[in-house]
């Protein structure tokens, strides 16, 4: 299952890059709603994200499972880091490296310890495994959430109503 899960997060990056390559300024810097994020703010979070979270933790889990694991605050960094300022094309293409080089990692482990389990002070035990899924599921999410943002964005900067395509569920 690992394996599978390795395969979709190296065909997401080109899912992502897909998504959030060739938009101008306006596009990538529009809000639904002032307090909701912008497709800047978003890969500026998936960038911190796959260095300082996901591939952080499974690294850890796997290696040293008894080790406590640092903090992290994605909503916080969202503020601290100035995403707003960051430059997008760059940021995009830094995460693109990023999601490169967990994939290359991630195929050079050798009879990896997915059942490693790292007791979360709150949460309780969590194995190599659980966040490794859990890395997929917060692509999913993501972009989930870019495709909604790039149609809302649609519906605005066209004037149209998007009812005839179908559904939004």
């Known amino acids: ?4 899960i390795v395969s979709e997060l190296a065909r ?5 890059e897909g998504l959030l390559t060739g ?3 306006e596009a990538y810097l529009w809000k639904v709603q002032p307090d909701k994020w912008c497709l800047l703010e978003i890969i500026c ?3 911190d994200e796959e260095r300082e979270d996901f591939r952080a933790r499974v690294r850890l889990v ?20 100035k995403y707003i300022e960051q430059d997008f094309q760059s940021k995009l293409e830094s995460f693109l490296k990023e999601r490169e080089i967990s994939v290359a990692w991630l195929e050079s482990l050798e009879d990896p310890k997915w ?3 790292y007791n979360h002070p709150k949460v309780g035990p969590l194995t190599a495994g659980f966040f490794l899924s859990n890395w997929l599921a917060h692509d ?3 972009i989930r959430q870019i495709t909604r943002l790039k149609y809302d964005y649609l519906g605005h900067t066209s004037g149209n109503v998007l009812d005839y395509a179908g559904n939004w569920i």
């Open 1 to 4: 299952m690992q394996h599978k």
């Open 12 to 16: 997401n990056k080109a899912v992502f």
């Open 23 to 25: 938009l101008d300024q």
């Open 45 to 47: 979070h998936l960038y």
């Open 62 to 81: 796997l290696e040293s499972p008894e080790e406590h694991h640092p903090s992290i605050d994605p909503q916080a960094w969202v503020k601290s880091r």
């Open 115 to 117: 059942h490693n389990t």
């Open 140 to 142: 999913y999410l993501h």
